[in-house]
């Protein structure tokens, strides 16, 4: 077996980063907040008031949550994390 490395020269790489933009995005799954007992929800968007809204409109249709209590906010805003896409 070859192994093979094709190196590009820096100007295909810009092209290459100008085909291939890329976004960069919040994200929060449920089990990132409770390990043991969240489910497999997972959400991504552009902002993080926009992950929050959509958590707590989770917690309350999914987990019986009236409100989301200060401790648990506060374990959602730590565990939100910046992801970049390709678009």
């Known amino acids: 077996m070859v192994n093979c490395v094709l190196r ?3 100007s ?3 092209v290459k980063e100008k085909i291939m933009p890329s976004k960069e995005y919040k994200k929060l799954g449920c089990l990132d907040v409770s390990p ?6 997972e959400i991504r968007a552009e902002t993080e008031e926009e992950v929050l ?4 409109d989770h917690g309350k249709k999914m987990h019986d ?3 989301v209590p200060p401790d648990v906010a506060a374990k ?8 970049k896409v390709n678009v």
Request: hydrophobic share 50%; aromatic share 4%.
């Open 76 to 83: 959602i805003k730590s565990a939100i994390k910046s992801v």
């Open 65 to 67: 949550m009236a409100q």
């Open 53 to 56: 809204r959509m958590v707590s």
């Open 12 to 14: 295909l790489k810009k």
């Open 36 to 41: 043991s007992g969240g489910c497999a929800f």
């Open 8 to 10: 590009l020269p820096m």
